[in-house]
């Protein structure tokens, strides 16, 4: 299937980000407010889980949320994922099934970074799950233009201005 074969099949929308989702999973218990950290802002479901569609046309943008986001490789072809540490460390992993090549199938990118990916072939796209436990909510969602974001690391300025959609 094409990648525009499965956004319909899958009935995925278009996530602000950049890409295309749709939730799959989102637990019925919840976490209290009080026993999450002060980064959140109101009670949270255990888990959630979403299936994620990129494609090489568009990014998805530089964004952080509070917790650490579980990403899994399903099928296309090889998905660059960049990351910012708080203290303003730049590094990037390769999301895909070519093994051989350093490529791995899930990876986890730890809360408060900011990330963004890019599809690498031309025409083509990733499909790919995000699970983060606890669950996610837009209120955790930070996603800077790239003036703010550049401000805060400038010496990331050029893959800021790549990876960002403003
Ligand atoms: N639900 C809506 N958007 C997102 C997202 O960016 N990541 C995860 N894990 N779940 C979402």
Redesign the pocket.
């Known amino acids: 299937m094409n990648a525009k074969e499965i956004i319909d099949f899958f009935d995925l929308k278009a996530?602000?980000?950049g890409g295309f989702?749709k939730?799959t999973y989102r637990s019925k218990e919840i976490i209290l407010s009080e026993n999450l950290s002060h980064h959140f802002n109101g009670n949270r479901n255990y888990c959630?889980?979403?299936y994620?569609l990129l494609t090489s046309d568009k990014c998805s943008a530089f964004?952080k949320?509070n917790q650490d986001?579980i990403w899994h490789f399903y099928t296309g072809t090889t998905l660059k994922l960049h990351q910012i540490s708080p203290e303003g460390e730049y590094s990037t992993i390769l999301i895909g099934n070519n093994f051989l090549k350093g490529e791995i199938p899930q990876y986890t990118v730890p809360a408060h970074y900011y990330f963004a990916a890019e599809i690498l072939a031309k025409d083509s796209f990733a499909f790919v799950g995000?699970?983060?436990s606890p669950?996610?909510d837009?209120k955790d969602?930070v996603l800077p233009s790239s003036a703010e974001l550049s401000k805060k690391f400038p010496k990331l300025t050029q893959i800021i201005a790549q990876l960002t959609h403003h």
Do not use: A, K, L, Q
Request: aromatic share 26%; proline share 5%; with cysteine.
């Open positions: 996530h602000p980000e989702y939730e959630t889980s979403i994620f964004h949320i986001e995000c699970t983060v669950g996610f837009f969602f």
